[in-house]
T-cell receptor, first 116, second 109 residues
Framework: GAVVSQHPSWVICKSGTSVKIECRSL??????MFWYRQFPKQSLMLMAT?????????EQGVEKDKFLINHASLTLSTLTVTSAHPEDSSFYIC????????????FGQGTRLTVV | GQNIDQPTEMTATEGAIVQINCTYQ??????LFWYQQHAGEAPTFLSY??LDGLEEKGRFSSFLSRSKGYSYLLLKELQMKDSASYLC??????????WGAGTKLIIKP
């Protein structure tokens, strides 16, 4: 299957700082990427849909000024958590679909963010 | 609203068979996916059903009944490495994936 690489795998940052997470599709072009957040023992929560060359579409309740998404190319999307606070600590996962609308989603490895 | 239901946790014995159920109510249907997720890792794809019936893939099989809004994932010859969460996801009419909360499967020797 297609490969999606997410970096970093884990990060610890101080409260008030910003953290950037990268998501790359390595062997296919992803016009659309998805950013999820997952709390322990809970399901994936879609935060936003990232479209190459245009603004991301955020889900209700997700602060677009806090979670900045950039999808500058067909193989790279970034999520920046700005002015992070301890409540932002979570597991963030990106995914992408290869081509057609109805295909399996390929996931990055996930990023464990801890804000202290 | 859209809703995916699956049991929170199940326990089974190594070598046995376990069936994980998933019921759904969504706006439109473009297929149902099953993913496996080990703790601290990203989900990995297991199966996709869009037509009624059973899809078999090695030790794992997935069944779908669209009229009943129901699917199950069947795992045979359970191994300790099958201990994980199993996520059911439905693709709705907008081609968005709606995720269930996942079923944590515990395998005992």
């Amino acid at each position: 299957g297609a490969v999606v690489s997410q970096h970093p795998s884990w990060v610890i940052c101080k409260s008030g700082t910003s953290v950037k997470i990268e998501c790359r599709s390595l062997d296919f072009q992803a016009t659309t990427m998805f950013w999820y957040r997952q709390f322990p023992k809970q399901s994936l929560m879609l935060m936003a849909t990232s479209n190459e060359g245009s603004k991301a579409t955020y889900e209700q309740g997700v602060e677009k000024d806090k979670f900045l998404i950039n999808h500058a190319s067909l193989t790279l999307s970034t999520l920046t958590v700005t002015s992070a606070h301890p409540e932002d600590s979570s597991f963030y996962i990106c995914s992408a679909r290869d081509g057609d609308l109805i295909t399996e989603a390929f996931f990055g490895q996930g990023t464990r963010l801890t804000v202290v | 609203g859209q809703n995916i239901d699956q049991p929170t946790e199940m326990t089974a014995t190594e070598g046995a068979i376990v069936q994980i159920n998933c019921t759904y109510q969504t706006s439109g249907f473009n297929g149902l996916f099953w993913y496996q997720q080990h703790a601290g890792e990203a989900p990995t794809f297991l199966s996709y059903n869009v037509l009624d019936g059973l899809e078999e893939k090695g030790r794992f099989s997935s069944f779908l009944s669209r009229s009943k809004g129901y699917s199950y994932l069947l795992l045979k010859e359970l191994q300790m490495k099958d201990s994980a969460s199993y996520l059911c996801a439905v693709m709705d009419s907008n081609y968005q994936l709606i995720w269930g909360a996942g079923t944590k499967l515990i395998i005992k020797p």
